[in-house]
């Protein structure tokens, strides 16, 4: 598509569209919500406008994000924390008051990664809705993010969620930690054409890979960690107990 024809979509002119492409011209944001509607880019572009605004995401995560949105499948392996996917946007922000709290970012970054994070969310109002698997460590379940209330509200999220179309989670016991062929989070992504990427974070920095030979062994380790995890009833019916213990202690 040409600037010119892009213009005429979007409502803005040629010009403006050329020194954003040259970086002569920082983008609006309207500008970007109404590229992403008329691209059907499913707001990856708002998504990386964010990011870009405040600077507040790790380098690689932004890459990997612009893939996800358009993933059809995906599998995810989170520790000690809920997959960000299936927050709520009160754990959320209670993740991000700690990072406030240590100086690591500003309040501005944290609510521009907390609306990032509800707008990665999106992806499950699309038709068809892309199938998630999700493996977690009990960790994430019993560690006190934001108090026993939130968590309460978040772990009946989460029951809600493993009810859903095309979706489910299980529970990897602490009891057979050592069984566990992960230790780092790990997200595959089936794209279409049945393509796989994957993605895993350092403390610094996040690792979109594409390699196909790397990505199957991650593959094969996250299904043994898939078996060696509860099933998607033992895990719902520990995640309601466990809920049930936070709801008494608020």
């Known amino acids: 598509m040409t600037q010119l024809g892009l213009g005429l979509l979007v409502g803005y002119s040629n010009t403006y569209i050329s020194n ?30 964010w990011s870009w605004k405040n600077g507040s995401l790790i380098q690689g995560f932004p890459e990997y994000t612009a893939q996800e949105a358009n993933a059809t499948a995906l599998r995810i392996f989170q520790p000690r924390v809920i997959p960000g996917l299936l927050q709520t946007a009160e754990y959320a922000a209670a993740m991000e008051s700690g990072n406030v709290l240590r100086g690591k970012i500003s309040q501005a970054q944290a609510d521009s990664r907390v609306k990032f994070l509800l707008d990665r969310q999106r992806i499950f109002t699309k038709t068809p809705r892309p199938s998630l698997r999700v493996v977690m460590d009990e960790t ?48 595959l992504l089936t794209m ?8 895993t974070e350092g403390l610094q920095r996040g690792y979109l890979e594409r390699d196909s030979e790397t990505v199957a062994e991650w593959a094969d380790d996250y299904d043994l960690l898939q078996a060696e995890a509860l099933s998607p009833t033992e895990s719902l019916a520990k995640t309601r107990r466990l809920r049930e213990d936070f709801e008494h202690a608020s």
């Open 20 to 49: 954003v492409e040259t970086t002569k011209e920082a983008p609006s944001l309207t500008f970007i919500q109404r590229a992403d509607l008329h691209l059907k880019t499913g707001g990856t572009l708002e998504l990386l406008w």
């Open 140 to 187: 994430c379940l019993v560690r006190p993010i934001g108090g026993p209330s939130v968590m309460a509200r978040q772990l009946r999220h989460l029951e809600v969620l493993a009810r859903e179309p095309r979706t489910t989670i299980q529970v990897a016991l602490n009891a057979v930690a050592e069984l566990h062929p992960l230790s780092h989070p790990l997200t």
């Open 192 to 199: 279409a054409g049945r393509t796989m990427l994957g993605y």
